[in-house]
C-alpha cells in the first residue's frame, strides 16, 4: 500500500500565497505521474496540475501563470506552489500518485485532502 500525507493548506486573503505538500510513503516500487485536484463546494473535482516522472507539467487554464507543480524524487513528494490566489481557488485539494507497489500492481492513490480557503 502507499499512503500520501498532505499538509500547507490554510486562510489567506487574497493575492497570497501557499504551498502544499504531498508526501508518499508505504509499499513503493515506482511512483510514476503525480497530480493535484481540488474540489469546490457544488462543484465537479477538477483536476488541477500533473507532474510526470520525467518532470512534464500540465495545469488547468484557470491557474497557468500563478500555480507551479514540482517533486523531488528522493523524498517522494509532491509540491504545489500557489501565488497571487484568487476567492475562487477555494477548495479542498487533493493529491494522488499512479505508483507501482510491484512489477505488476499498479494504482491510484489519493491523499486525505487540505482545505485552502482565500478570502477577498
Known amino acids: 500500500q502507499v499512503q500520501l500525507v498532505e499538509s500547507g493548506g490554510g486562510l489567506v486573503q487574497a493575492g497570497g500565497s501557499l504551498r502544499l505538500s504531498c508526501a508518499a510513503s508505504?509499499?513503493?516500487?515506482?511512483?510514476?505521474?503525480m497530480g493535484w485536484y481540488r474540489q469546490a463546494p457544488g462543484k465537479q473535482r477538477e483536476l488541477v496540475a500533473t507532474?510526470?516522472?520525467?518532470?512534464?507539467?500540465d495545469y488547468v487554464d484557470s491557474v497557468k501563470g500563478r500555480f507551479t507543480i514540482s517533486r523531488d524524487n528522493a523524498k517522494n513528494t509532491v509540491y504545489l506552489q500557489m501565488n497571487s490566489l484568487k476567492p475562487e481557488d477555494t477548495a479542498v485539494y487533493y493529491c494522488?500518485?499512479?505508483?507501482?507497489?510491484?512489477?505488476?500492481?499498479?494504482?491510484?492513490?489519493w491523499g486525505q485532502g487540505t482545505q485552502v480557503t482565500v478570502s477577498s
Open positions: 494522488t500518485t499512479d505508483a507501482n507497489t510491484d512489477w505488476l500492481f499498479r494504482h491510484t492513490y
Open positions: 508505504g509499499s513503493i516500487y515506482r511512483i510514476n505521474a
Open positions: 507532474i510526470t516522472s520525467g518532470g512534464t507539467t
